[in-house]
């Protein structure tokens, strides 16, 4: 007779189960490694629009982002988000960090020129590398480096103006007029050069010196823009929306299980059902670990929908399991209705998957305004999906069969057990309807 524990056995041979233990593993250690980036609802943080001010081609588009990212990170901004919004905007999510203190960063276009008595004599296309602030006191300044052929221009323009003012702008303003270095006006090209200045105090020096070196460093716009919006969320009201996210999790999971207990009233097919939910929902967290997904309120629904879809596919797979009474032949029937409804899931997860893609793709291509929100759940609920009818579904298919249906060398000693008894009562019946019979006609007589 075969076991429960030979039968748990030959399940967890399966390529599948061994397949989903694995993908459990991974998905727990990515977690662990890479940590869930939260988005702004759940960590706080801004969102600033920015509007370019005419529409741009793609390849103008991508330098915008690339700059605008580059800027931001040189800041010293690490959780930072970029992306495009049609052809004329630009999005900027930044976790952590209100909008007052970026704003000058992104909003500025980044045009850098050094004047010597009105000629032109370098400018930030020039600039290879660009080294750290310093600040002395009151005083900042951020060394760079030009190229040769920059030094060797800049040389030109410099040849025997010492003592002349070296007047250096960013965006046409005056940022700082150095007097040139007699070393540097004998026509001998140098690459290292420097900006420099002077503030009030020692922070609007240090704050100075890094918004100098920033913009320096990522380059200048290609396009002017000017900031359209600003959303922006505390850290508190953050952890506010992180708690309430987690309570409707925990609640959605407890409602499944008290629905699954009611129709059900069988661990051995309520605990599979949680543990397949359980399932999905550390798989989809681990791919949001590795891929850098933010977590916000809508990614968090589109889970928490998917895996009420995971759960209610398991409940047709177990009714047409359990539509037959007939032991005759289980094994196969269970084949039989295991494979239609896996017809009914399929055909469930296609018209789900076709209905979200619509709506992740507008989202990818309008930005986070508007529909541009439900991205986040419109991805997360078809990762879900997906993850549910290659993964999960089908380790929970061969539960069923594994553990729901006898096995063959089960059923034929079951068979002997039971088909020697008839046998006994059907032979002693036949000599007791005999001996009455018997009986009746010798009354009779």
Excluded: C
Aim: hydrophobic share 45%.
């Amino acid at each position: 007779m075969v076991t429960i524990r030979e039968a748990t056995k030959q399940f967890l041979k399966r390529p599948r189960t061994i397949i989903l233990i694995v993908l459990l593993i991974a998905s727990v250690a990515a977690v662990a490694g890479f940590g869930l980036q939260e988005g702004l609802d759940l960590a706080g943080g801004s969102m600033i629009q920015l509007h370019l001010d005419e529409p741009v081609d793609q390849d103008t588009m991508t330098t915008v982002t690339a700059v605008l990212d580059k800027r931001l990170n040189a800041f010293g901004i690490s959780d930072v988000k970029v992306r495009q919004s049609g052809d004329q905007d630009v999005i900027v999510e930044i976790a952590g960090i209100q909008p007052e203190e970026v704003k000058n960063i992104i909003s500025t276009p980044g045009k850098f020129e050094a004047k010597i008595n009105g000629e032109t004599a370098l400018s930030g296309s020039d600039i290879t590398s660009v080294s750290a602030a310093e600040v002395t006191g009151t005083q900042w300044k951020v060394p760079f480096t030009v190229s040769t052929e920059a030094a060797n221009k800049f040389a030109e323009v410099a040849k025997g103006q010492a003592g002349a003012s070296v007047e250096m702008y960013l965006d046409d303003e005056l940022i700082s007029s150095p007097q040139l270095d007699a070393g540097l006006a004998n026509g001998v090209g140098s690459t290292e050069i420097e900006v420099s200045g002077g503030e009030q105090s020692k922070e609007e020096a240090q704050e100075k010196a890094t918004e100098i070196h920033t913009v320096l460093e990522s380059g200048a716009l290609p396009v002017k823009l000017s900031i359209s919006g600003v959303n922006s969320v505390s850290a508190e009201l953050g952890s506010q929306f992180e708690t309430g996210a987690l309570i409707a999790g925990v609640l959605a999971l407890l409602a499944i299980v008290i629905v699954v207990t009611i129709k059900y009233r069988s661990p051995s097919l309520i605990i599979p059902i949680i543990v397949t939910s359980l399932s999905e929902l550390v798989i989809i967290l681990g791919f949001a670990a590795v891929t850098h997904w933010n977590l916000d309120l809508s990614a968090i629904a589109g889970i928490i929908a998917s895996i009420g879809t995971g759960v209610d596919d398991q409940i047709v797979m177990t009714d047409e399991v359990l539509a037959r009474q007939d032991k005759s032949n289980r094994k196969n029937i269970v084949k039989t209705r295991i494979k239609d409804a896996f017809f009914i899931v399929y055909a469930s997860a296609g018209t789900l998957i076709a209905a979200m893609l619509p709506l992740a793709y507008i989202g990818f291509s309008r930005g986070a305004t508007g529909i541009g929100m439900l991205t986040g759940f419109a991805v997360t609920t078809v990762v879900g999906v997906i993850v549910g009818i290659f993964i999960t579904r089908p380790v929970f298919a061969d539960y069923m069969e594994t553990f729901l249906v006898k096995s063959p060398k089960q059923k034929m000693m079951s068979g002997k057990t039971t088909t020697s008894k008839p046998k006994k009562n059907k032979k002693k019946g036949r000599k007791t309807i005999a001996r009455e019979e018997a009986e009746k006609n010798k009354n009779r007589r």
